[in-house]
Protein backbone atom coordinates (compact mmCIF):
# COMPACT_ATOMS: atom_id res chain seq x y z
CA UNK A 1 0.00 0.00 0.00
CA UNK A 2 1.45 3.35 -0.81
CA UNK A 3 1.03 5.92 1.93
CA UNK A 4 -1.84 5.78 4.41
CA UNK A 5 -1.86 8.14 6.95
CA UNK A 6 -3.87 7.48 10.42
CA UNK A 7 -4.91 11.30 11.78
CA UNK A 8 -5.74 9.15 15.20
CA UNK A 9 -4.75 11.25 18.32
CA UNK A 10 -4.94 7.75 20.35
CA UNK A 11 -1.33 6.55 22.68
CA UNK A 12 1.76 5.86 21.26
CA UNK A 13 1.26 2.30 21.39
CA UNK A 14 -1.85 1.92 19.96
CA UNK A 15 -1.32 4.76 17.20
CA UNK A 16 2.04 2.22 16.18
CA UNK A 17 -0.11 -0.98 16.63
CA UNK A 18 -3.21 0.45 14.18
CA UNK A 19 -1.02 1.82 11.82
CA UNK A 20 0.91 -1.03 11.04
CA UNK A 21 -1.93 -3.31 11.34
CA UNK A 22 -3.92 -1.50 8.72
CA UNK A 23 -0.77 -0.98 6.48
CA UNK A 24 -0.36 -5.18 6.23
CA UNK A 25 -1.97 -6.26 3.18
CA UNK A 26 -3.14 -9.43 4.97
CA UNK A 27 -4.76 -7.98 7.24
CA UNK A 28 -8.39 -8.09 5.60
CA UNK A 29 -10.09 -6.84 8.87
CA UNK A 30 -8.61 -3.47 9.31
CA UNK A 31 -9.43 -2.40 5.60
CA UNK A 32 -13.26 -2.58 6.18
CA UNK A 33 -14.67 0.38 7.33
CA UNK A 34 -18.22 2.03 8.22
CA UNK A 35 -17.64 4.77 6.21
CA UNK A 36 -15.46 5.14 3.28
CA UNK A 37 -15.33 9.01 1.99
CA UNK A 38 -13.38 9.11 -1.70
CA UNK A 39 -11.96 12.33 -2.45
CA UNK A 40 -11.11 15.22 0.26
CA UNK A 41 -12.04 18.14 -1.58
CA UNK A 42 -14.79 20.46 0.00
CA UNK A 43 -17.47 17.56 0.13
CA UNK A 44 -15.12 15.00 0.73
CA UNK A 45 -13.80 16.97 3.79
CA UNK A 46 -16.96 18.09 5.14
CA UNK A 47 -18.54 14.68 5.06
CA UNK A 48 -16.07 13.06 6.86
CA UNK A 49 -15.86 16.08 9.41
CA UNK A 50 -19.66 15.22 9.81
CA UNK A 51 -19.42 11.53 10.27
CA UNK A 52 -15.82 10.70 12.01
CA UNK A 53 -16.54 12.11 15.43
CA UNK A 54 -20.05 10.18 15.22
CA UNK A 55 -18.75 6.60 13.94
CA UNK A 56 -15.81 7.25 16.22
CA UNK A 57 -12.29 6.59 15.70
CA UNK A 58 -10.87 4.32 12.53
CA UNK A 59 -14.52 4.08 11.02
CA UNK A 60 -14.52 6.47 8.60
CA UNK A 61 -11.56 6.59 5.89
CA UNK A 62 -10.71 9.05 4.05
CA UNK A 63 -9.17 8.40 0.16
CA UNK A 64 -7.33 11.31 -1.07
CA UNK A 65 -4.01 11.94 -3.15
CA UNK A 66 -3.07 15.60 -2.81
CA UNK A 67 -1.35 16.83 0.72
CA UNK A 68 -2.53 20.65 0.02
CA UNK A 69 -6.43 21.53 -0.23
CA UNK A 70 -7.06 24.12 -1.88
CA UNK A 71 -9.95 26.68 -1.51
CA UNK A 72 -10.49 26.92 -5.20
CA UNK A 73 -13.03 30.07 -4.96
CA UNK A 74 -10.09 31.95 -3.93
CA UNK A 75 -8.26 31.46 -7.42
CA UNK A 76 -9.96 34.36 -8.83
CA UNK A 77 -8.63 36.91 -6.63
CA UNK A 78 -4.96 34.98 -6.94
CA UNK A 79 -5.71 35.25 -10.49
CA UNK A 80 -6.94 38.90 -10.22
CA UNK A 81 -3.51 39.83 -8.04
CA UNK A 82 -5.77 40.64 -4.91
CA UNK A 83 -4.84 37.17 -3.09
CA UNK A 84 -1.61 35.18 -3.12
CA UNK A 85 -1.70 31.27 -3.61
CA UNK A 86 -0.69 30.23 -0.45
CA UNK A 87 -3.98 32.02 1.11
CA UNK A 88 -5.86 29.62 -0.95
CA UNK A 89 -4.21 26.28 0.23
CA UNK A 90 -4.19 24.43 4.12
CA UNK A 91 -2.34 20.94 4.59
CA UNK A 92 -4.94 18.14 3.98
CA UNK A 93 -3.77 16.89 7.03
CA UNK A 94 -4.82 19.97 9.23
CA UNK A 95 -8.45 19.56 7.61
CA UNK A 96 -9.38 15.73 7.85
CA UNK A 97 -10.73 14.39 11.05
CA UNK A 98 -8.61 12.87 13.55
CA UNK A 99 -10.64 10.28 14.05
CA UNK A 100 -10.08 9.35 10.18
CA UNK A 101 -7.94 7.29 8.65
CA UNK A 102 -6.49 8.89 5.13
CA UNK A 103 -5.37 6.91 1.98
CA UNK A 104 -3.18 9.03 0.41
CA UNK A 105 -3.42 8.05 -2.55
CA UNK A 106 -6.21 7.70 -6.08
CA UNK A 107 -9.06 5.28 -5.93
CA UNK A 108 -8.38 2.65 -9.31
CA UNK A 109 -11.95 1.33 -9.79
CA UNK A 110 -14.98 0.57 -7.80
CA UNK A 111 -16.91 -2.70 -7.24
CA UNK A 112 -19.89 -1.42 -6.11
CA UNK A 113 -21.72 -5.11 -6.07
CA UNK A 114 -18.71 -6.13 -3.32
CA UNK A 115 -18.68 -2.80 -1.55
CA UNK A 116 -15.29 -2.64 -2.45
CA UNK A 117 -12.87 0.09 -4.15
CA UNK A 118 -9.43 -0.80 -5.46
CA UNK A 119 -6.72 1.59 -4.75
CA UNK A 120 -3.50 2.38 -7.28
CA UNK A 121 -1.51 0.82 -5.19
CA UNK A 122 -3.85 -2.46 -6.38
CA UNK A 123 -4.85 -3.03 -2.41
CA UNK A 124 -8.59 -3.20 -1.87
CA UNK A 125 -10.88 -1.07 1.15
CA UNK A 126 -14.41 -2.80 1.76
CA UNK A 127 -17.06 -0.67 3.25
CA UNK A 128 -20.50 -0.80 4.84
CA UNK A 129 -21.27 2.88 3.48
CA UNK A 130 -19.36 5.21 0.61
CA UNK A 131 -19.76 8.60 -0.36
CA UNK A 132 -18.24 9.79 -3.99
CA UNK A 133 -17.06 13.04 -3.61
CA UNK A 134 -14.22 13.10 -6.18
CA UNK A 135 -15.04 16.28 -7.82
CA UNK A 136 -14.02 17.34 -11.79
CA UNK A 137 -11.19 16.92 -13.38
CA UNK A 138 -9.82 19.77 -15.65
CA UNK A 139 -9.04 18.60 -19.47
CA UNK A 140 -6.68 21.46 -20.75
CA UNK A 141 -5.17 18.80 -22.97
CA UNK A 142 -8.76 18.66 -24.54
CA UNK A 143 -7.89 21.91 -26.21
CA UNK A 144 -4.93 21.11 -29.19
CA UNK A 145 -2.27 23.70 -28.76
CA UNK A 146 -2.78 24.41 -25.33
CA UNK A 147 -0.34 22.72 -23.19
CA UNK A 148 2.69 24.32 -25.39
CA UNK A 149 0.58 27.87 -25.32
CA UNK A 150 0.64 27.42 -21.49
CA UNK A 151 4.12 27.92 -21.86
CA UNK A 152 4.31 31.43 -23.39
CA UNK A 153 3.58 35.00 -21.67
CA UNK A 154 -0.71 36.04 -21.73
CA UNK A 155 -1.94 32.30 -21.69
CA UNK A 156 -3.65 31.29 -18.27
CA UNK A 157 -6.18 29.86 -16.59
CA UNK A 158 -7.68 30.71 -12.64
CA UNK A 159 -8.87 27.09 -12.79
CA UNK A 160 -5.28 25.14 -11.58
CA UNK A 161 -3.09 26.22 -9.34
CA UNK A 162 -0.18 25.52 -12.02
CA UNK A 163 -1.31 28.51 -13.84
CA UNK A 164 -3.57 30.69 -11.99
CA UNK A 165 -0.30 32.85 -10.93
CA UNK A 166 -0.17 33.37 -14.68
CA UNK A 167 -3.59 35.87 -14.72
CA UNK A 168 -2.39 37.96 -12.54
CA UNK A 169 1.14 38.52 -14.65
CA UNK A 170 -1.47 38.58 -17.84
CA UNK A 171 -2.99 41.43 -16.42
CA UNK A 172 0.05 43.66 -15.09
CA UNK A 173 1.51 42.79 -18.33
CA UNK A 174 -0.96 43.64 -21.31
CA UNK A 175 -0.15 45.94 -23.64
CA UNK A 176 -1.90 49.44 -24.36
CA UNK A 177 -4.75 48.42 -27.36
CA UNK A 178 -4.32 44.81 -27.00
CA UNK A 179 -6.95 42.02 -27.40
CA UNK A 180 -8.19 40.00 -24.01
CA UNK A 181 -10.27 36.91 -24.56
CA UNK A 182 -12.06 34.65 -22.18
CA UNK A 183 -13.67 31.54 -23.11
CA UNK A 184 -16.22 29.15 -21.06
CA UNK A 185 -16.16 25.22 -22.51
CA UNK A 186 -18.85 22.80 -24.04
CA UNK A 187 -19.17 20.52 -20.78
CA UNK A 188 -20.17 21.43 -17.44
CA UNK A 189 -17.76 23.02 -15.31
CA UNK A 190 -17.19 24.04 -11.48
CA UNK A 191 -18.27 27.84 -10.99
CA UNK A 192 -19.96 28.62 -14.46
CA UNK A 193 -19.41 32.33 -13.18
CA UNK A 194 -15.63 32.45 -12.74
CA UNK A 195 -14.74 32.12 -16.27
CA UNK A 196 -16.46 35.83 -16.29
CA UNK A 197 -15.60 37.15 -13.33
CA UNK A 198 -11.82 37.06 -13.93
CA UNK A 199 -12.93 38.85 -17.05
CA UNK A 200 -14.51 41.91 -15.17
CA UNK A 201 -11.45 42.22 -12.57
CA UNK A 202 -9.25 42.49 -15.77
CA UNK A 203 -11.20 45.22 -17.86
CA UNK A 204 -11.62 47.22 -14.62
CA UNK A 205 -7.58 46.96 -14.01
CA UNK A 206 -6.66 47.39 -17.38
CA UNK A 207 -9.25 50.67 -17.42
CA UNK A 208 -7.55 52.25 -14.11
CA UNK A 209 -4.15 51.65 -15.37
CA UNK A 210 -5.03 53.70 -18.38
CA UNK A 211 -4.97 51.11 -20.89
CA UNK A 212 -7.24 50.23 -24.34
CA UNK A 213 -8.16 46.94 -24.51
CA UNK A 214 -10.67 45.11 -27.23
CA UNK A 215 -12.28 42.22 -24.29
CA UNK A 216 -14.24 39.45 -25.73
CA UNK A 217 -16.05 36.69 -23.90
CA UNK A 218 -16.47 33.40 -26.00
CA UNK A 219 -19.05 31.59 -24.39
CA UNK A 220 -20.13 28.12 -25.45
CA UNK A 221 -23.67 28.78 -23.96
CA UNK A 222 -26.40 30.16 -25.34
CA UNK A 223 -27.01 32.74 -22.37
CA UNK A 224 -24.48 34.87 -20.71
CA UNK A 225 -25.66 33.21 -16.96
CA UNK A 226 -28.13 30.59 -16.62
CA UNK A 227 -30.33 32.08 -14.13
CA UNK A 228 -32.48 35.13 -16.12
CA UNK A 229 -32.44 37.88 -13.27
CA UNK A 230 -28.61 37.81 -12.86
CA UNK A 231 -28.04 37.23 -16.49
CA UNK A 232 -30.29 40.75 -16.84
CA UNK A 233 -27.77 42.74 -15.00
CA UNK A 234 -25.00 40.90 -16.09
CA UNK A 235 -25.66 42.03 -19.66
CA UNK A 236 -25.91 45.70 -18.40
CA UNK A 237 -22.31 45.45 -16.80
CA UNK A 238 -21.06 44.48 -20.18
CA UNK A 239 -22.68 46.99 -22.18
CA UNK A 240 -21.79 49.81 -20.35
CA UNK A 241 -17.98 48.49 -20.05
CA UNK A 242 -17.52 47.45 -24.09
CA UNK A 243 -17.33 44.12 -23.65
CA UNK A 244 -18.15 41.89 -26.51
CA UNK A 245 -20.05 38.91 -25.89
CA UNK A 246 -20.14 35.91 -28.65
CA UNK A 247 -22.18 33.14 -27.43
CA UNK A 248 -22.11 29.16 -28.97
CA UNK A 249 -18.17 30.14 -29.18
CA UNK A 250 -16.35 27.10 -28.31
CA UNK A 251 -12.54 27.13 -28.42
CA UNK A 252 -10.76 24.19 -30.07
CA UNK A 253 -7.34 25.61 -30.81
CA UNK A 254 -4.73 27.79 -29.36
CA UNK A 255 -1.59 28.48 -31.55
CA UNK A 256 1.15 30.43 -29.85
CA UNK A 257 3.25 30.89 -32.31
CA UNK A 258 0.89 33.41 -33.93
CA UNK A 259 -0.90 34.14 -30.67
CA UNK A 260 -4.15 33.17 -31.87
CA UNK A 261 -7.20 31.36 -30.79
CA UNK A 262 -9.73 29.32 -32.80
CA UNK A 263 -12.89 29.20 -31.67
CA UNK A 264 -15.85 26.79 -33.41
CA UNK A 265 -19.43 28.06 -33.51
CA UNK A 266 -21.47 25.23 -32.21
CA UNK A 267 -24.26 26.04 -34.39
CA UNK A 268 -23.23 26.80 -37.35
CA UNK A 269 -20.00 24.86 -37.27
CA UNK A 270 -17.60 27.92 -38.68
CA UNK A 271 -14.43 28.56 -37.64
CA UNK A 272 -13.63 31.89 -36.30
CA UNK A 273 -9.78 32.45 -35.36
CA UNK A 274 -9.23 35.22 -32.81
CA UNK A 275 -5.22 37.27 -32.45
CA UNK A 276 -5.02 37.48 -28.10
CA UNK A 277 -2.52 39.51 -26.19
CA UNK A 278 -4.33 37.77 -23.20
CA UNK A 279 -5.98 34.49 -23.13
CA UNK A 280 -7.73 32.93 -20.04
CA UNK A 281 -8.94 29.48 -20.65
CA UNK A 282 -11.43 27.80 -18.67
CA UNK A 283 -10.97 24.22 -19.27
CA UNK A 284 -13.50 21.37 -20.61
CA UNK A 285 -13.69 19.04 -17.51
CA UNK A 286 -15.21 16.03 -16.50
CA UNK A 287 -15.47 13.25 -13.95
CA UNK A 288 -12.36 11.45 -13.18
CA UNK A 289 -12.04 8.39 -14.68
CA UNK A 290 -12.46 5.84 -11.99
CA UNK A 291 -16.15 7.24 -11.92
CA UNK A 292 -16.67 8.41 -15.65
CA UNK A 293 -16.32 5.18 -16.78
CA UNK A 294 -17.47 2.56 -14.44
CA UNK A 295 -21.26 2.13 -16.24
CA UNK A 296 -22.80 0.42 -12.59
CA UNK A 297 -22.25 3.96 -10.97
CA UNK A 298 -22.45 7.18 -13.31
CA UNK A 299 -25.00 7.90 -15.73
CA UNK A 300 -24.61 8.63 -19.89
CA UNK A 301 -22.50 12.08 -18.62
CA UNK A 302 -20.17 10.19 -16.40
CA UNK A 303 -21.63 11.77 -13.16
CA UNK A 304 -22.23 9.84 -10.22
CA UNK A 305 -26.27 9.09 -10.65
CA UNK A 306 -28.10 9.92 -7.59
CA UNK A 307 -31.48 11.05 -6.49
CA UNK A 308 -31.22 14.81 -6.79
CA UNK A 309 -33.72 15.24 -3.79
CA UNK A 310 -31.77 12.42 -1.19
CA UNK A 311 -28.55 12.42 -2.79
CA UNK A 312 -28.75 8.65 -2.66
CA UNK A 313 -27.29 6.35 -5.73
CA UNK A 314 -29.92 5.18 -7.78
CA UNK A 315 -29.30 1.81 -8.07
CA UNK A 316 -26.50 1.23 -4.50
CA UNK A 317 -28.37 2.20 -1.37
CA UNK A 318 -25.50 1.99 0.65
CA UNK A 319 -23.73 4.95 -1.80
CA UNK A 320 -24.18 8.62 -1.45
CA UNK A 321 -22.42 11.56 -3.64
CA UNK A 322 -21.73 15.03 -3.09
CA UNK A 323 -20.48 18.08 -5.14
CA UNK A 324 -19.43 18.11 -8.22
CA UNK A 325 -19.40 14.64 -9.71
CA UNK A 326 -22.81 14.21 -8.82
CA UNK A 327 -25.73 14.35 -11.33
CA UNK A 328 -27.47 16.47 -8.74
CA UNK A 329 -28.74 19.41 -11.81
CA UNK A 330 -26.89 22.14 -9.79
CA UNK A 331 -24.64 25.18 -10.90
CA UNK A 332 -21.69 23.19 -9.44
CA UNK A 333 -20.20 24.99 -6.90
CA UNK A 334 -18.41 24.61 -3.03
CA UNK A 335 -21.97 26.73 -1.67
CA UNK A 336 -24.03 23.93 -3.58
CA UNK A 337 -21.62 21.71 -1.59
CA UNK A 338 -22.45 23.49 1.80
CA UNK A 339 -26.02 22.74 0.97
CA UNK A 340 -25.75 19.20 0.13
CA UNK A 341 -23.69 18.70 3.52
CA UNK A 342 -26.85 18.98 5.85
CA UNK A 343 -28.61 16.83 3.07
CA UNK A 344 -25.93 14.12 4.11
CA UNK A 345 -25.98 15.07 7.77
CA UNK A 346 -30.16 13.66 7.86
CA UNK A 347 -30.14 11.29 5.04
CA UNK A 348 -26.91 9.58 5.64
CA UNK A 349 -27.28 9.57 9.03
CA UNK A 350 -30.88 8.10 8.57
CA UNK A 351 -29.64 5.07 7.08
CA UNK A 352 -26.84 4.69 9.29
CA UNK A 353 -29.51 4.30 12.10
CA UNK A 354 -31.21 1.84 9.75
CA UNK A 355 -34.13 4.76 8.77
CA UNK A 356 -35.44 5.84 5.46
CA UNK A 357 -33.50 9.14 4.01
CA UNK A 358 -36.30 11.86 4.24
CA UNK A 359 -34.42 15.69 3.81
CA UNK A 360 -34.39 16.74 0.50
CA UNK A 361 -32.18 19.05 -1.13
CA UNK A 362 -33.53 22.52 -2.69
CA UNK A 363 -30.86 22.55 -5.08
CA UNK A 364 -28.92 25.92 -3.53
CA UNK A 365 -26.31 27.13 -4.85
CA UNK A 366 -24.53 30.01 -5.19
CA UNK A 367 -21.93 32.15 -7.60
CA UNK A 368 -20.62 35.28 -6.08
CA UNK A 369 -19.79 36.95 -9.46
CA UNK A 370 -17.03 39.85 -8.58
CA UNK A 371 -17.28 42.28 -10.95
CA UNK A 372 -13.90 44.34 -10.06
CA UNK A 373 -11.56 44.24 -7.25
CA UNK A 374 -14.20 45.95 -5.14
CA UNK A 375 -17.58 44.98 -6.14
CA UNK A 376 -19.84 41.69 -6.64
CA UNK A 377 -23.58 40.05 -7.77
CA UNK A 378 -24.30 37.54 -5.03
CA UNK A 379 -26.17 35.36 -6.96
CA UNK A 380 -27.94 32.64 -5.37
CA UNK A 381 -30.15 30.03 -6.75
CA UNK A 382 -31.66 26.41 -7.31
CA UNK A 383 -31.82 23.91 -9.77
CA UNK A 384 -35.44 24.42 -11.06
CA UNK A 385 -36.18 24.44 -14.72
CA UNK A 386 -35.04 27.13 -15.35
CA UNK A 387 -33.07 27.86 -12.02
CA UNK A 388 -34.70 30.57 -9.50
CA UNK A 389 -33.27 33.05 -7.20
CA UNK A 390 -33.33 31.95 -3.86
CA UNK A 391 -30.96 35.16 -2.36
CA UNK A 392 -30.93 35.13 1.56
CA UNK A 393 -30.51 38.76 2.22
CA UNK A 394 -33.61 41.07 1.72
CA UNK A 395 -32.04 42.90 -0.81
CA UNK A 396 -31.77 43.17 -4.87
CA UNK A 397 -28.67 40.75 -5.04
CA UNK A 398 -28.67 41.54 -8.71
CA UNK A 399 -27.19 45.00 -7.44
CA UNK A 400 -23.11 45.20 -7.64
CA UNK A 401 -22.49 46.07 -4.20
CA UNK A 402 -19.09 46.85 -2.37
CA UNK A 403 -20.43 44.51 0.80
CA UNK A 404 -21.12 41.47 -1.58
CA UNK A 405 -17.28 41.62 -2.43
CA UNK A 406 -16.52 42.36 1.42
CA UNK A 407 -18.19 38.92 1.91
CA UNK A 408 -16.48 37.14 -1.07
CA UNK A 409 -13.20 38.18 -0.15
CA UNK A 410 -13.27 37.76 3.93
CA UNK A 411 -16.34 36.04 5.20
CA UNK A 412 -16.22 33.14 2.56
CA UNK A 413 -13.32 31.74 3.58
CA UNK A 414 -13.33 31.80 7.23
CA UNK A 415 -16.90 29.61 6.35
CA UNK A 416 -14.94 27.68 4.38
CA UNK A 417 -12.03 26.92 6.61
CA UNK A 418 -13.82 26.72 9.55
CA UNK A 419 -17.16 25.54 8.66
CA UNK A 420 -17.64 23.57 5.67
CA UNK A 421 -14.34 21.35 5.33
CA UNK A 422 -14.67 21.36 9.30
CA UNK A 423 -18.42 19.71 8.47
CA UNK A 424 -19.97 22.43 10.42
CA UNK A 425 -21.69 25.01 7.67
CA UNK A 426 -24.48 23.82 5.67
CA UNK A 427 -25.27 26.68 3.73
CA UNK A 428 -27.45 30.33 4.67
CA UNK A 429 -30.74 29.01 4.36
CA UNK A 430 -31.21 29.48 8.32
CA UNK A 431 -30.18 33.04 8.27
CA UNK A 432 -32.73 33.30 4.91
CA UNK A 433 -35.63 32.13 6.76
CA UNK A 434 -34.82 34.38 9.79
CA UNK A 435 -34.38 37.45 7.67
CA UNK A 436 -37.48 36.79 6.42
CA UNK A 437 -39.33 35.95 9.74
CA UNK A 438 -39.92 32.39 8.87
CA UNK A 439 -41.51 32.87 5.55
CA UNK A 440 -39.16 30.84 3.45
CA UNK A 441 -38.12 27.87 2.60
C1 LIG B 1 -11.58 29.31 -10.26
C2 LIG B 1 -12.68 28.74 -9.42
C3 LIG B 1 -13.57 29.60 -8.82
C4 LIG B 1 -14.60 29.09 -8.03
N1 LIG B 1 -15.44 29.98 -7.41
C5 LIG B 1 -16.37 29.53 -6.57
C6 LIG B 1 -17.18 30.44 -5.80
O1 LIG B 1 -17.01 31.65 -5.89
N2 LIG B 1 -18.10 29.92 -4.97
C7 LIG B 1 -18.28 28.58 -4.82
O2 LIG B 1 -19.12 28.18 -4.02
N3 LIG B 1 -17.55 27.68 -5.55
C8 LIG B 1 -16.60 28.12 -6.40
N4 LIG B 1 -15.81 27.23 -7.09
C9 LIG B 1 -16.20 25.80 -7.16
C10 LIG B 1 -15.76 24.98 -5.96
O3 LIG B 1 -14.39 25.09 -5.72
C11 LIG B 1 -16.14 23.52 -6.22
O4 LIG B 1 -17.48 23.45 -6.63
C12 LIG B 1 -15.94 22.67 -4.97
O5 LIG B 1 -14.58 22.62 -4.62
C13 LIG B 1 -16.50 21.26 -5.19
O6 LIG B 1 -16.15 20.41 -4.15
P1 LIG B 1 -15.95 18.83 -4.43
O7 LIG B 1 -15.64 18.22 -3.13
O8 LIG B 1 -17.08 18.32 -5.22
O9 LIG B 1 -14.70 18.78 -5.40
P2 LIG B 1 -13.21 19.21 -5.09
O10 LIG B 1 -13.17 20.23 -4.00
O11 LIG B 1 -12.60 19.59 -6.40
O12 LIG B 1 -12.53 17.89 -4.52
C14 LIG B 1 -12.44 16.67 -5.24
C15 LIG B 1 -11.31 15.86 -4.62
O13 LIG B 1 -11.35 14.52 -5.11
C16 LIG B 1 -10.01 14.08 -5.27
N5 LIG B 1 -10.01 12.98 -6.25
C17 LIG B 1 -10.13 13.04 -7.59
N6 LIG B 1 -10.10 11.81 -8.13
C18 LIG B 1 -9.94 10.95 -7.10
C19 LIG B 1 -9.84 9.53 -7.02
N7 LIG B 1 -9.86 8.75 -8.11
N8 LIG B 1 -9.69 8.97 -5.80
C20 LIG B 1 -9.66 9.74 -4.68
N9 LIG B 1 -9.75 11.09 -4.70
C21 LIG B 1 -9.89 11.68 -5.90
C22 LIG B 1 -9.25 15.32 -5.74
O14 LIG B 1 -7.87 15.21 -5.48
C23 LIG B 1 -9.94 16.42 -4.95
O15 LIG B 1 -9.24 16.73 -3.76
C24 LIG B 1 -14.74 27.69 -7.87
C25 LIG B 1 -13.83 26.84 -8.47
C26 LIG B 1 -12.79 27.34 -9.21
C27 LIG B 1 -11.79 26.39 -9.82
Not at 27 to 38: I, N, S, T, Y
Amino acid sequence: MKAVKFLNTVSKTENISFRAFSVSSQCHADKHFRLLVVGGGAGGCGTASKFASKLGKGKVAVIEPTTTHYYQPMWTLVGGGLKTLEQSGRPMESLLPKEAAWFKEKVQSFQPDENSVTLESGDKLTYDYMVVAVGLQLRYDKIKGLLDAFETPGVCSNYSDKYVLKTAAAIKNFPNGGNALFTFPNTPIKCAGAPQKIMYISEEAFREAGKKANIEFHSSLAVLFGVKKYADALWKIVEQRGININLRHNLIEVKPDSKEAVFEHLDTKELITRPYDMLHVTPPMNTPPALGENKQLANEGGFLDVDKETLRHVKYPNIFGIGDCTSVPTAKTAAAVAGQLGIMRHNLGAVLAGKDPQAKYDGYTSCPLVTGRKTCVLAEFDFQAPPQPLETFPINQAKERVTMYMMKAHVMPQLYWYGLVKGWWEGPAIFRKLFRFGFSK
